[in-house]
């Protein structure tokens, strides 16, 4: 497979709202620019609207949740027929500090650019924290390389990942924001072009704990286990672990694939899927790259630039052909399913009319949870969750005497 040790690397005040994009100092060889036109200027959303797009924040609108102690979720919305929207949401847990979340939020919605996902606004309303981001309509590259159903992703596909990724984190570097936090094979989306962007979420941090990394501890950089604190090489660290999964398929620990390369044995490390797609000497430099990433001192790490620069080449061979066609995916601007027709009970509900809800309700045999409590009297309450039950069980009364605005004072309180 040839040698896989090549010669090494060289080794506070608000914002004004952006109307254009104004960071256009990479070349063509750290991709392509964004047109001002291209991207919705950044502003502040009304919770409000919010809401609308979201369909009440629904669990059907969810496509990806995270987080442990403070638990934060990513919903599918629409603002318009044709303008889809990703937003997170964020536990006040999350962010107390409502000036803090708005600050970080200004600043990483100035830095525009092709290869990530954009940051197009935020919502910071009572207890709310909410970012506001372009949608990516075709998924992430966890479920192109974990969880395909079809075929597994081209070689060819997996450098341009490998690439676009690199000169994001290059953007994000000369833009002044080195931190990446918990980068990995979630945090990587494809548009509608089929082109492989960077999450611009993982430019803020999930929580003002300082907890920066939420994978397993055996792919977290080992400066981090020992300090607790992001670097800007810590970034490059889980770049390699990115590197990783596109060489293998797989979601490997480091040490394991350092094992593998240091007995120069790049086969089993390899995708079996790659048979005749790849040259020697672009495995044996993806390889390497990997290596270079994941080394235990820091300073060893290559910076964003010099990924950019070695991988560059690899991509002459295929540069002209679309990100679609590698992908095996239709191109096209994400087309919302047809709406579902809507019960009695919908329409009631979307007309906001509330007697007409209880009178379907009370008709169809509606019951609260009178009984619960004895049901589920094993379990150890605590008084959070005491307080939903009772609050649960007084809007459920006054809905039966169809006293609405209790009913939901209360149900909102759960």
């Not at 919010?50 to 603002?79: C, M, W």
């Not at 200004?106 to 650019?113: C, D, T």
Request: charge should be neutral; include cysteine; proline fraction near 6%.
């Amino acid at each position: 497979m040839g040698c896989l040790w090549s010669k090494d690397f060289e080794a506070s005040a608000l914002p004004p709202v952006i109307s254009e994009v104004e960071h256009a100092n990479s070349g063509a060889e750290n991709g392509r620019r964004v047109e001002p036109e291209a991207v919705p200027a950044f502003r502040e959303f009304s919770l409000e609207s919010l809401r609308v797009a979201t369909n009440s924040f629904s669990s059907d609108q969810i496509v990806s949740e995270s987080g442990e102690k403070a638990p934060n979720f990513v919903y599918k919305g629409r603002l318009d027929q044709n303008h889809w929207i990703a937003i997170k949401r964020f536990p006040k847990a999350a962010w107390p500090d409502a000036k803090g979340f708005m600050d970080e939020a200004w600043k990483v919605g100035q830095v525009r650019h092709q290869r990530l996902v954009n940051l197009i606004g935020y919502c910071c309303e009572g207890d709310e924290r909410l970012l506001v981001a372009e949608y990516m309509p075709n998924d992430t590259l966890a479920k192109h390389l974990f969880h395909y159903e079809k075929q597994p992703m081209q070689w060819a596909m997996r450098l341009r990942v490998a690439l676009y990724i690199a000169q994001a984190l290059d953007h994000c570097a000369n833009s002044n924001l080195r931190l990446y936090h918990d980068l990995n094979a979630y945090r990587v989306l494809f548009d509608q072009d089929g082109d492989p962007r960077l999450s611009c979420f993982g430019l803020m941090k999930n929580s003002r704990d300082g907890k920066s990394y939420s994978t397993n501890l055996a792919y977290t950089p080992p400066e981090y286990l020992r300090t607790g604190r992001v670097t800007p090489e810590s970034v490059i660290y889980s770049y390699g672990t990115v590197l990783l999964d596109l060489l293998s398929g797989k979601h490997i620990p480091p040490s394991h694939a350092l094992d593998l390369i240091r007995v120069k044995n790049m086969l089993l490390l390899m995708d079996s899927s790659f048979e005749g797609q790849f040259s020697n000497d672009d495995g044996t430099e993806l390889v390497r790259l990997a290596s270079r990433c994941l080394q235990f001192e820091p300073r060893e790490r290559p910076n964003a630039k010099m990924l950019v620069s070695a991988l560059t080449p690899l991509q002459r061979r295929t540069e002209q052909i679309p990100s679609y066609t590698l992908m095996g995916i239709q191109r096209g601007v994400h087309q919302p399913s047809p709406p579902l027709p809507l019960s009695p009970l919908g329409e009631a509900i979307s007309r906001n009319d509330l007697t007409a809800v209880h009178e379907i309700l009370v008709k169809t045999g509606y019951k609260d949870d009178e009984g619960a409590e004895n049901e589920l009297s094993f379990q150890v309450w605590t008084k959070q969750m005491q307080d939903m039950l009772n609050s649960r069980k007084k809007g459920d009364m006054a809905f039966r005497d169809k006293d609405f605005k209790t009913a939901i004072d209360c149900y909102t309180q759960m």
